[in-house]
Nanobody
Framework: QVQLVESGGGLVQPGDSLRLSCAPS????????IGWFRQAPGKERETLSC????????YYADSVKGRFTISRENAKNTVYLQMSSLKPEDPAIYYC????????????????WGRGTEVPVSS
């Protein structure tokens, strides 16, 4: 079992960049594939990306391909989601989750979820 903590959320405007982090509390991510998801108010949860813990293979949803980059830094036991060229539809609560390998874009496969970090719209 692993407890995940997301961080890095904040106010954004279109065109901004932001990096989110996902780290475990008292455990290691080494055994897990990690995915990033988001949910905006009134919308369904959306799968964004995942990264394998075995070979670093990554997958992206079409909505973020070319704008978001997932990476993992094993020395820091952290997975990142670098977001660039943010669009008006990107603000949401962003979640990371862990599953047994391999990495996949099917949310119900993920057993462990963080509480999310908010990326709100800048007023």
């Amino acid at each position: 079992q692993v407890q995940l903590v997301e961080s890095g959320g904040g106010l954004v405007q279109p065109g901004d960049s932001l990096r989110l982090s996902c780290a475990p509390s008292g455990s290691t991510l080494a055994y897990y594939a990690i995915g990033w998801f988001r949910q905006a108010p009134g919308k369904e949860r959306e799968t964004l990306s995942c990264i394998s813990n075995i070979d670093g293979t990554t997958y992206y949803a079409d909505s973020v391909k070319g704008r978001f980059t997932i990476s993992r830094e094993n020395a820091k036991n952290t997975v990142y989601l670098q977001m660039s060229s943010l669009k008006p539809e990107d603000p949401a609560i962003y979640y990371c989750a862990a599953e047994s390998p391999p990495c996949g874009l099917i949310a119900p496969r993920y057993a462990y979820w963080g509480r999310g970090t908010e990326v709100p719209v800048s007023s």
